[in-house]
């Protein structure tokens, strides 16, 4: 019973996992872009929403309704700002840019709302849980997380398939020059795949936020995590992260229930392991 309480409880875990790596996967998917600044992204979107609950009194589904068409806004922004001027000068440039942005967040937080760490309070949807059957309890935040990132994955993939402006995305991933020739504007269709990065990273962020404390240096932390679920799944693939996230958040808790020291090395080991042996992830793809 014990080994399978820790099983389900990877799941859950590796659903976030997955929630917050899609962003990331989009990225790169689409324009090969590593943004890393990703995880210091979730963390601004989790103190947006303390200041929109502490001030304004906001209830805390509203918060999320507004901070994630907000987070897709900057992120559309960004892209034909600064990203796209990376893109069109030297593909490092991109890493440089996003490793600036980076530092310039951690420091903007850290220096407006200092080192002390904080949470959201989302009261009973945290506590709460539900009962399987004798110890196996599944908290609700940990379902609602799974649940988000297999709906945010199949949306996408359906956008991505179904919609003018996906496929549109998925030739200008694939050939911006021809895609561009057709009638496709490929800075716009990076802007809108930048947008929905974002979203989903505000969307896993503020999860986060309420599963547990956070202060201005939490993001580098999590785009390892992030980074090792896109590898583990197969860079590009959605389908891929989201098992990649699934595994590595099953091996962190399986191996946390026998010696919970060594939970994240076991993380870590298997990102090395699939490196290793299988460098292209259990689903490999060129495109999202």
Same mark, same amino acid.
């Given at each position: 019973?014990?080994? +399978?309480?820790?099983?389900?409880?990877?799941?859950?875990?590796? @659903?976030?996992?997955?929630?917050?790596?899609?962003?990331?996967?989009?990225?790169?998917?689409?324009?090969?872009?590593?943004?890393?600044?990703?995880?210091?992204?979730?963390?601004? =979107?989790?103190?947006?929403?303390?200041?929109?609950?502490?001030?304004?009194?906001?209830?805390?589904?509203?918060?999320?309704?507004?901070?994630?068409?907000?987070?897709? =806004? /900057?992120?559309?922004?960004?892209?034909? +700002?600064?990203?796209?001027?990376?893109?069109?000068?030297?593909?490092?440039? +991109?890493?440089?840019?996003?490793?600036?942005?980076?530092?310039? /967040?951690?420091?903007?937080?850290?220096?407006?709302?200092? =080192?002390? +760490?904080?949470?959201?309070?989302?009261?009973?949807?945290?506590?709460?849980?539900?009962?399987? @059957? @004798?110890?196996?309890?599944?908290?609700?935040?940990?379902?609602?997380?799974?649940?988000?990132?297999? =709906?945010? /994955?199949?949306? /996408?993939?359906?956008?991505?398939?179904?919609s003018r402006t996906g496929r549109m995305m998925r030739a200008a991933a694939d050939d911006p020059e021809t895609a561009s020739v057709v009638g496709a504007n490929p800075h716009h269709v990076y802007g809108v795949a930048t947008a929905i990065a974002f979203a989903t990273v505000a969307l896993a962020g503020l999860i986060f936020a309420m599963r547990s404390a956070f202060d201005p240096s939490a993001g580098p932390q999590r785009l390892i995590v992030a980074f090792e679920a896109v590898v583990i799944g197969g860079l590009g693939s959605l389908w891929g992260t989201l098992l990649g996230g699934l595994a590595l958040g099953m091996t962190q808790s399986v191996v946390s229930f026998f010696d919970p020291g060594s939970a994240l090395l076991a993380g870590h080991l298997v990102f090395l392991a699939v490196l290793a042996f299988r460098p292209q992830g259990i689903i490999p793809a060129r495109t999202v």
């Open positions: 019973m014990g080994v +399978t309480n820790a099983v389900l409880q990877g799941l859950l875990l590796g @659903g976030l996992y997955a929630l917050f790596a899609a962003g990331l996967s989009i990225m790169f998917g689409v324009m090969r872009i590593v943004n890393l600044a990703h995880g210091d992204l979730s963390v601004v =979107a989790a103190y947006i929403a303390v200041l929109l609950i502490g001030q304004n009194f906001l209830p805390l589904w509203l918060v999320v309704v507004l901070v994630i068409p907000i987070f897709a =806004a /900057i992120g559309y922004v960004l892209q034909r +700002t600064v990203f796209q001027r990376s893109l069109s000068s030297d593909p490092l440039a +991109t890493l440089l840019v996003t490793f600036g942005l980076s530092i310039v /967040i951690q420091n903007v937080l850290l220096q407006t709302f200092s =080192a002390d +760490t904080r949470t959201i309070d989302a009261g009973s949807f945290v506590t709460g849980s539900l009962k399987l @059957g @004798g110890s196996i309890r599944l908290s609700w935040i940990g379902i609602v997380g799974l649940v988000a990132a297999v =709906a945010c /994955i199949v949306a /996408i993939q359906v956008f991505f398939s179904r």
